[in-house]
């Protein structure tokens, strides 16, 4: 389904220069509740969390954010590695990771099954077997990642929209504390508003030239779910799909096929006085287990 919408989506700048820890303290909610992927070993201690062997992860998702916990690691050889927007496409496990180990990588960013196109990285000499402070901030397309209130890492061009936040424990393991997340506020962020909408008054609208549907995720098959994924797309003039931001999604296995079949669509671009011009747009996915 196309419909022509003048969109809001999402606009962010980082500014090297500025404090790493610019979010206010009110704005933060605990994280008090883990969920374990298969079998975790985990145990309180004092007011930290020991994660010994295993994934935990939230029970909830989370698109634009920043979380802040400390760590600290049982010895040099110890470490963990901290997932942000983890889901499951197709069977597979995709996520962006974080390291946060003794071997001079942490802080360092990679990702599983997803694309990471630009990543900087500063190692920052800090002793890791005392309580290291992390904020990362992942906004859009940009995440970044601070160490003891020093930006140290950084990628952009994030493909995967939205996720759970996770700790995989490695080789001896991690201790964590005050783990606590602020979701970005949406309000007042556009998107492409340079661009006209494809019903604006002397716009021509664009009409869909080819339509691919989306891969029903096995698990999300699997489990009976259902819904639709609203995306904000750019048409460039030539019919492609150019930016897209996902709005909504029902549930995060559903992003990925959504965002892998509208790239395939093509459409027949909109006109402005007989020529062909680039619009904003809002289309829906549907994930539908009755259509076959």
Known sequence: MLELWCALALVFALHPAAPAWAQADS??????????????DTRAAADALLLSAGTIHTPDTYEDFVFRFDYRLPSPEAGATLLLRAHSAYGDAREYNVALDGTGRSGQVSAVGLPLHETRFRPLDAPRLEWTPCEVRVESGRLTV???GTIVAAADHLESPAGRIGFRAGR??????????APLAKAGWT???????????GITPP???KHVSPVYPADARRLGLTGTVVLAI??????????MRIMSSPHPDFIEPAIAC??????????KGGAPVAVTAKVEVAFDLARR
Do not use: C, N, Y
């Not at 750019?234 to 930016?243: F, K, L, Q, S, W």
């Not at 509208?262 to 006109?271: E, G, T």
């Open 191 to 201: 998107f492409h508003t340079e661009l006209p909408k494809g019903a604006d008054p």
């Open 146 to 148: 601070s160490l003891a």
């Open 262 to 271: 509208v790239r395939q669509w093509r459409f027949h671009p909109a006109l």
């Open 207 to 209: 009409r869909i030239a």
């Open 234 to 243: 750019v048409i460039e003039t030539d019919g492609a799909v150019g930016d």
């Open 172 to 181: 001896g393991g991690i201790e964590l504390r005050g783990m606590r997340v």
């Open 27 to 40: 704005d933060f909610t605990p994280i008090r509740d883990w969920a374990p992927v298969g079998t975790a």
